[in-house]
């Protein structure tokens, strides 16, 4: 009997960091959300505008009674605007000192589980604009790439231009 309950093989398994990532589509490249700051994920809804906003800023919707502000993540990255589809979504992220804020994405595609080990990092260098800026890592799910969020900056009042 004691040779089969060895309890130390259990931490073999767990021995790599992993980190779960809300992957999305963005055009026709996946992105990955640290599933830590996502609260919600909810369907396109009317979305009333908010006048002398940044571009990027499409405006405010209710949500169970909250005003929560919503921004587009293709025009923060210097992409086309929005097209809504059914697959169009608002992913709701809760940030400490933003409290909550909506971001449009095309469509949600699954939640990864990435090992942080495996994570590579950018190279970004002084002179980038546009979504490079937006990027903290390259993860890889089987054969795919998925580009990491640094939500810090995709939230930001700076715009990438």
Do not use: H, W
């Amino acid at each position: 009997m004691e040779g089969k309950y060895m309890p130390e093989n259990e931490f073999d398994i767990q021995e790599k960091e992993t980190k779960q990532y809300i992957s999305v589509k963005i055009g026709e490249e996946k992105f990955g959300i640290d599933i830590g700051y996502v609260d919600n994920i909810v369907r396109m809804q009317k979305i009333t505008r908010v006048p002398k906003a940044q571009k990027y800023f499409k405006g405010i919707i209710n949500l169970r009674g909250d005003i929560v502000p919503v921004m587009s993540a293709r025009i923060k990255m210097g992409l086309d605007d929005d097209v809504y589809t059914s697959s169009t979504r608002i992913i709701i992220l809760k940030l400490e000192e933003k409290g909550e804020i909506g971001l449009i994405v095309d469509e949600v595609c699954e939640v990864v589980t990435l090992v942080v080990d495996e994570i590579d990092k950018p190279n970004i260098d002084a002179s980038s604009t546009g979504k490079e800026l937006f990027i903290n890592g390259i993860g890889k799910n089987g054969d795919e790439l998925i580009s990491l969020f640094e939500i810090g900056s995709i939230v930001s009042d700076k715009d990438a231009n």
